[in-house]
């Protein structure tokens, strides 16, 4: 379709609506002249025209959801890749030497450069030319560099130094050569070990970062890069301001209408434009960890990839543990939030029996339970030869001996059930229960033992029962100070109690 | 223009916070708040109200072709179902969003994608229509919002947005 012929079209179709319907056909013949196909066109508008029903006749609708999840128009993928580049290969920038642009950040570009005095490769990011005239933006580098250089940790990028050369504020920081955690998502299914690894690595680079009262701001898969060795690094606190004592007079640079982040993964406060703390992070490492689960954004209406399907009961349990803390952290209220970095490595530190097998991450207790139960056993059946021994010692000796076992054996053998069940029923009050009662073992212990050597003095005259009564004594002696003992170590009780 | 952009986000994201699930928001009153919530403070980084609405309703274009075209691409291996733009044809209770993944295809919705396109092959040969539709359904403007910002009489704006719809119909259905 040409202009000039659509124009042509057009005087013929809105001329023909002002007609009457019932004129227009004879009036639209007559205009058209001999001109069959301007006539077929125009008479296929207006049957168009006349069952437009309700096409088009409300504006859009739109899902809030989708219109949040949008990406930043520069993201569109005809967006030009090299805008703001402006160094190439070979270029010398003060004590730099450009290897290559890398990518472009939040604010700026990005170049892998070689530091000429150190010998080392940085990532050197520069404001683009176009807006190096940008007071605020410079300023917010200044602070980006002052920020992120008060944290030391594993997890973060590491800032080396920020310089201003002809003219350009250049920030050179530690060079990751890997992968952003958005590309590994884009792979598909994630381990869940792998998601629980990079988990913990970002919450304890956000633990450093609150420690040292730095916000990130703008966490999201694609500020944490995943190294060849499989660590995680956050980078680019390039929109963190510095807050708590001493800073609480810097002046905010992200006001209302210069918001800052990426909606998607930013806490609702931060979208409101509301104060903002460490507590956003913590949302937007809510929203990563739920990602990495489902492969899907939590909020999105995309269908969630498939399941990887070679989890294990242990893999099962650990994702179910971390979508509930990935849950807890993303509440909408932030005081409903997991509280601080601090407190989410401890809840991850928590799940590491869950990641390795659980039974080899917490020593088993079986044999020192068994040997509760044997010892609760074996006493009880020694009533029996006591009850005998009584009957030959005879008189008040005999009935104070078996009086003295019993009684030993009874308080002996129910404590050391009541810590079986404890250890089977309730395993986090065992250390407290055990502090209770092992005094009164060793002491039920000691008086059986006692009670047995006097029984077996008692009974000079009867050779094989004294054996027997002398034997017993010390076997519960020997199970007392030196089996039991091992197996409570070996179940890992051995403290204090 | 990223201005624009992220508020009509941020807009999205306090319903979604707030609203029912599954609510959907009308270019009109979506774009309006938009303009309400920054004319505050950024009114002179706009010649006018009709400036502001005219880059609302193109922000508004560019975020639902940008999502539709991501479902397309998500959807790709599961069935090729069409994401279409719901238009009042459905009832109001099928309405539940901009873009309705149900199986079915009803009669009235209206494929974003080819919308899209259909528009950009229009504004080769009629600029001013193809900017009167973007207004008018993208941007949800009125008739005589629409004639002030194109600079035209609302009559013509009636005429073209009555002749642009009916060729975009007739091109949506392969007719063009």
Not at chain 1, 104 to 113: C, I, N, P, S
Not at chain 2, 71 to 99: C, E
Not at chain 2, 110 to 129: G, N, Y
Not at chain 2, 163 to 170: D, I, T
Request: charged share 25%; with cysteine; proline share 5%.
């Amino acid at each position: 379709m040409t202009p000039q012929r659509w124009s042509q079209i057009k005087n013929v179709f809105q001329g023909a609506l002002e007609r009457p319907a019932p004129e227009r056909a004879a009036w639209l013949e007559a205009e058209c002249g001999g001109d069959v196909a301007l006539l077929a066109e125009a008479e296929k508008l207006l049957r168009s025209h006349d069952t437009l029903g309700g096409f088009l006749a409300r504006p859009a609708e739109v899902d809030p959801e989708d219109l949040a999840l949008a990406s930043p128009p520069e993201a569109s993928p005809d967006g030009s890749a090299d805008d703001g580049v402006i160094w190439h290969a070979g270029d010398r920038i003060g004590e730099f030497e450009i290897i290559r642009p890398i990518g472009r950040g939040g604010m700026g570009v990005v170049y892998l450069a070689t530091d000429r005095r150190l010998h080392r490769n940085v990532a050197l990011k520069s404001l683009p030319a176009a807006l190096a005239g940008n007071a605020e933006l410079r300023e917010r580098l200044r602070r980006e560099a002052r920020a992120a250089a008060t944290i030391t940790d594993p997890a973060v990028a590491t800032v080396y130094s920020l310089e201003e050369v002809e003219g350009h504020v250049l920030l050179a920081t530690e060079f990751l050569d890997g992968r952003t955690l958005r590309a590994v998502l884009d792979d598909g299914p994630m381990n869940v070990a792998d998601v629980y690894t990079i988990a913990l690595q970002v919450a304890q680079g956000l633990r450093a970062a609150q420690e040292a009262g730095v916000v990130h701001r703008d966490l999201k898969p694609e500020n944490v890069v995943i190294t060849p060795g499989g660590s995680a690094k956050i980078v680019d606190f390039g929109i963190a301001r510095l807050e708590g004592p001493g800073h609480t007079h810097e002046p905010r640079l992200t006001r209302a209408g210069a918001m800052i982040g990426t909606p998607a993964y930013m806490a609702p406060e931060q979208l409101m434009g509301e104060a903002v703390d460490g507590r956003s992070d913590i949302y937007a490492f809510g929203v990563i960890v739920a990602e990495m689960l489902s492969g899907r954004h939590p909020l999105s209406v995309a269908d969630a990839a498939p399941v990887n399907r070679d989890r294990t009961p242990e893999h099962e349990l650990l994702a179910g543990l971390l979508q509930r803390i990935a849950d807890h952290s993303r509440q909408t209220t932030p005081a409903k939030r997991v509280g601080s970095a601090r407190e989410l490595v401890a809840m991850l530190d928590g799940l590491a029996g869950a990641v390795t097998s659980p039974a080899a991450a917490r020593p088993s207790r079986f044999w020192w339970e068994f040997h509760q139960v044997a010892a609760a056993a074996a006493y009880s059946a020694m009533l029996f030869p006591a009850w005998v021994a009584r009957v030959e010692i005879g008189g008040i000796e005999g009935r104070s001996f078996f009086l003295a076992t019993a009684c030993a054996v009874v308080v002996a053998a129910m404590l050391r059930l009541h810590l079986w069940f404890s250890s089977r029923q309730h395993p986090r009050e065992l250390a407290w229960a055990r502090r209770r009662s092992v005094p009164w073992i060793r002491l039920a212990d000691i008086l059986l033992v006692v009670s047995l050597v006097i029984g077996a003095g008692l009974l000079a005259a009867q050779f094989v029962l004294d054996v027997v009564l002398l034997v017993l004594a010390v076997g519960v002696a020997v199970s007392s100070m030196l089996i039991e003992p091992a197996t409570a170590r070996a179940a890992g009780l051995e403290e204090g109690g | 223009m990223p201005l624009v952009y992220d508020e009509l986000r941020r807009i999205a994201a306090r319903y979604m916070g707030r609203e029912r699930p599954g609510q959907t928001l009308d270019a009109t009153g979506l774009v309006n708040e938009a303009f309400l919530r920054l004319a505050a403070e950024r009114t002179r980084e706009f010649q006018n109200r009709t400036h502001f609405l005219a880059i609302a309703a193109l922000s508004m274009r560019q975020i639902l072709v940008q999502r539709a075209r991501g479902k397309r691409a998500a959807k790709r291996d599961g069935g090729g179902h069409q994401v279409t733009l719901n238009d009042l044809t459905a009832p109001p209770s099928a309405v539940r969003a901009g873009f309705e993944r149900s199986d079915a295809e009803r009669p009235g919705d209206v494929d974003v994608l080819a919308l899209d396109e259909a528009l950009t092959r229009l504004s080769a040969f009629d600029p001013e229509q193809a900017q009167i539709v973007e207004l008018r359904y993208f941007g949800g403007l009125t008739v005589e919002e629409t004639a002030e910002a194109v600079g035209v009489s609302p009559a013509t704006v009636k005429r073209q947005w009555a002749m642009a719809r009916a060729w975009l119909k007739q091109a949506l259905e392969g007719g063009a």
